[in-house]
Nanobody, 121 residues
Framework: QVQLVESGGGLVQAGGSLRLSCAAS????????MRWFRQALGKEREFVAG????????YYADSVKGRFTISRDNAKNTVYLQMNSLKFEDTAVYYC??????????????WGQGTQVTVSS
């Protein structure tokens, strides 16, 4: 069982930056691929970024490539999402997810509860 708790969301102006964190419980965090998804109001949940269990491979949605960076610290059981050059359309609830692949498709074993990111234009 893995429990995921996101933090770091908030209100930021367009062009600004935020760093999201996802802290995981359990001793098996380092064996899981991790992903970030987001869901805007009235829209379906969408993939944002993924990172392999070792951190050696990453994958990004085209909409965030070059602006967002996913990373992890297995010693701290934490995955991060550094978000730069934020746009209004990045406004959403951001969820971290454990298990499955690092690409948009495939199952997720565990979800966090989400953290709200609001970008003002």
């Amino acid at each position: 069982q893995v429990q995921l708790v996101e933090s770091g969301g908030g209100l930021v102006q367009a062009g600004g930056s935020l760093r999201l964190s996802c802290a995981a419980s359990g001793h098996t965090f380092s064996s899981y691929n991790m992903r970030w998804f987001r869901q805007a109001l009235g829209k379906e949940r969408e993939f944002v970024a993924g990172i392999s269990w070792s951190g050696s491979s990453t994958y990004y949605a085209d909409s965030v490539k070059g602006r967002f960076t996913i990373s992890r610290d297995n010693a701290k059981n934490t995955v991060y999402l550094q978000m730069n050059s934020l746009k209004f359309e990045d406004t959403a609830v951001y969820y971290c997810a454990a298990g499955g692949s690092i690409v948009p498709i495939g199952t997720v074993d565990y979800w966090g509860q989400g953290t709200q990111v609001t970008v003002s234009s």
